[in-house]
């Protein structure tokens, strides 16, 4: 019996969170299969932040077809949720009116946001063909500096003065609602001078009676985040003090916008996300990058591995005539370097995350040297007794066994000591740890690794 195709998108399974795969191959064959219908009815239903994955799984040419279909329709939260490197893509092909149509539709931040990431011909065409005080909020955004709280910052704020009360707070929200922001936490109360004094929370509106004066029951620690703060800076600030909002303030101290948790979940996962792939030498564009643009990318980092690894090698050229004479030393070098390098990577991952939490301040990071020279040399000592057991069996020769087991220990507390020593040393620099450490690290062990090994064999063997 042929099988019956229907039109409903596939079932998904309570177990199941965001786009499945089935929806996304769904959508391919009737993309391929030119069924505009059914792929309206397979993305109808769809989160904004699903739309954007499926955005981002199917191919460009999927993508363009996808976008034909949906384009007028397509709500603006997709846009925010988009990864950035497809951002300028998108815009491309909805064209500078639809896109400027989505923008007037965002708040000011997502606006920015999407808007700061297409290319600068698109931003011309885009910015005449939006309303006046849009165009002005995205200019004036721009001239911020980029990853500060002046770019994350949402422009819509729900303020009030000190005089009022909570009933006419209440009456103000509801004759301006059109005004307000789509969610917010907390109202700002502000001088004549347009300088925040107090947080309102909303909940706390709600839990007084009318008469109750808005002064009396406004909290007046507020956390105010300078307009050129580092975004990494804000997302400490909010994790520090448990923040929802936090008003952010220019040079002279008034109110210009307000930062909500929403946003600092995102810079939360863009840090981590790009202090991942720096570690790695690759950038945050890899996914979507052409062949040539990723090979040049990361063309940069590996030439200086290869340097580094002519470092490391050249110390191996020095025992050249020792390892000629005991080949057990060429089949048991790779063991000391690798534990070396796996050990003090162990210690960076560490390393990097405590500086980019800030709990390596002051006596702080002694301390933590001091714990990961301890932990290199206990581990040291465990693995030395285990390889140097083994390659004495494995070589009948004890002496084999004796060295290696002494190079362990060196190695193991060198990528302890250095794991620690490099990143501590690129931040006091300003230097980005996460960018160079395992490079410097790499080096550093290879080298103390292939030396003690050769060297220790050199003074014990012959």
Known sequence: MAE????????TSPDEVGLSDETVRAVEIALDGGRVDEVEDLVDELHPADMADLLESVTREDRALLLDIVGPTLDPEVLTYLDSALRDEVAEKLGPKETAAILKRLESDDALEFFEDLSEELRVQVLARVPVTIRRLLQEGLEYPEDSAGRLMQREVVVVPAIWTVGETIDYMRQHKKQMPQDFYDLYVVDPRYKPIGKLPLSRVLRNKRPVKIVDIMQQELNPVPVGLDQEEVAYLFKQYSLLSAPVVDPAGRLVGVITVDDVVHVVEE???DDL???GGVSETDLYSAVLQTTRSRF?????NLGTAVLASSVIGLFESTISKVVALAVLMPIVASMGGNAGTQTVTVAVRALALKELTGKAAWRFVWREVMVGVANGLLFAVLVGLVAWAWFDQPLIGVVIAAAMVINLLSAGLFGTIIPLALEKLGADPA??????????????????????????LF
């Open 4 to 11: 019956v195709q229907t039109d409903r998108p596939p079932e």
């Open 271 to 273: 840090e981590a996300e």
């Open 277 to 279: 792939l720096k570690m």
């Open 300 to 304: 940069t980092w590996l030439v200086v």
């Open 435 to 460: 960018v160079a450490s395992t490079v410097f690290l790499t080096t550093v062990t290879d080298v103390v690794g292939f030396f003690a090994f050769l060297g220790l064999a050199a003074l014990i």
